[in-house]
Antibody
Framework: QVQLVESGGGVVQPGRSLRLSCAAS????????MHWVRQAPGKGLEWVAV????????YYGDSVKGRFTISRDDSQNTLYLHMNSLRAEDTAVYYC????????????????WGQGTMVTVSS | QAGLTQPPSVSKGLRQTATLTCTGN????????ALWLQQHQGHPPKLLSY???NRPSGISERLSASRSGNTASLTITGLQPEDEADYYC???????????FGGGTKLNVL
């Protein structure tokens, strides 16, 4: 069945780096844009980044711009989020989600979600 | 990034109708439309509606979405206990070149 599985979360010190992965199965991964969305404990959803199918278009939320990089490896059906210069306020569950339309601005988005991976930034 | 505005909570009785609102501006909801997500405690979000009133397969017909100007709405009729959850709206913001979310509405079914 269609599935997204995140991994790579954990406890990391402020200023350090971490790479999250999202393994896709059950659909043609290379044909879809993909998002990262995060949720701090007890808080609402915050969009982090999106990458188009093919990987040529990427957009980021203001709070992570310049620190986080979204990428994909279609040969491995895997989405990545490279997080640098981590801060306490980056502590959250990180979800990957599928974008169900060619244009990353298209409204048919977030149709499939993973279970999330927790990132805790603390000294 | 400026987000979309949702009321923090709405309370309705069993079998009643709840209407949740989401207010943005002409760069997001007003031009791009909104989508709606439901999240139960401890679970990932689930898409309920996209492009204003398209429901993914398996989503109850008790849910309907609409838009008027810069405000999107999600109406849930015949409220059931399982409808108690957090509801989020989201839209693409063409001026920010970013997706934005509302702060979420906690729907309480009494």
């Amino acid at each position: 069945q269609v599935q997204l599985v995140e991994s790579g979360g954990g406890v990391v010190q402020p200023g350090r780096s971490l790479r999250l992965s999202c393994a896709a199965s059950g659909f043609t991964f290379s044909s879809y844009g993909m998002h990262w969305v995060r949720q701090a404990p007890g808080k609402g959803l915050e969009w982090v980044a999106v990458i188009s199918y093919g990987g040529s278009i990427k957009y980021y939320g203001d709070s992570v711009k310049g620190r986080f990089t979204i990428s994909r490896d279609d040969s491995q059906n895997t989405l990545y989020l490279h997080m640098n210069s981590l801060r306490a306020e980056d502590t959250a569950v990180y979800y990957c989600a599928r974008h169900n339309e060619i244009a990353v601005a298209g409204n048919d988005a977030f149709d499939i979600w993973g279970q999330g991976t927790m990132v805790t930034v603390s000294s | 990034q400026a987000g979309l505005t949702q009321p923090p909570s709405v309370s309705k009785g069993l079998r009643q109708t709840a209407t949740l609102t989401c207010t943005g501006n002409s760069n997001n909801v007003g031009s791009q439309g909104a989508l709606w997500l439901q999240q139960h405690q401890g679970h990932p979000p689930k898409l309920l509606s996209y492009r204003n009133n398209n429901r993914p397969s398996g989503i109850s017909e008790r849910l309907s979405a609409s838009r008027s100007g810069n405000t999107a709405s999600l109406t849930i009729t015949g409220l059931q206990p399982e409808d108690e959850a957090d509801y989020y709206c989201s839209a693409w913001d063409s001026s920010l070149s970013a997706w934005v979310f509302g702060g979420g509405t906690k729907l309480n079914v009494l």
